[in-house]
């Protein structure tokens, strides 16, 4: 399976579990075994799936084999990409976690700061890192 097929089971696979947990809490709230808000059950589980989706996503990130003709130096350029996998994972591991368990009127904000925080780490690791390569080579 070539990385564009990939890509698609990935994200349909994604969407499937998205849809399949809006179907899972509507159908517990009408067989009555959850009595709680059905809304607060879907967001969360949306929350959740969403946040490994992107530790799943970003664990293939290292992985991702580019032509050693395009790189100057393969072995910063993979450990840029290590890390940047690694702070998506852990941003990721802290936006589920965020969503399971942290009170309602909390999850969101928390929760997209800790996504939005990875990212602007990655952000700035890449700019620092195209900047000092940039005087490297004069």
């Known amino acids: 399976m070539n990385s564009a097929t990939k890509g698609i089971v990935g994200g349909v696979a994604y969407g499937a579990l998205i849809i399949g947990a809006v179907f899972a809490a509507k159908y517990l709230k009408a067989t009555g075994s959850f009595t709680g808000d059905v809304h607060d059950l879907m967001s969360r589980s ?8 992107v530790v799943f996503v970003a ?8 032509p050693l003709s395009r790189v100057s130096e393969p072995a910063f350029a993979q450990s840029l990409r290590r890390f940047i996998a690694a702070t998506l994972c852990i941003g990721g591991l802290v936006f589920a976690g965020v969503w399971l368990l942290a009170p309602m009127s909390l999850a969101f904000p928390l ?5 939005g925080g990875a990212f602007a780490l990655t952000v700035l690791a890449i700019l620092v890192c195209g900047l000092s390569q940039a005087k490297a080579r004069g």
């Open 111 to 115: 929760a997209i700061a800790s996504l």
């Open 59 to 66: 664990n293939s990130v290292p992985k991702t084999l580019i």
């Open 46 to 53: 949306i929350g959740v799936i969403s946040g490994l989706y």
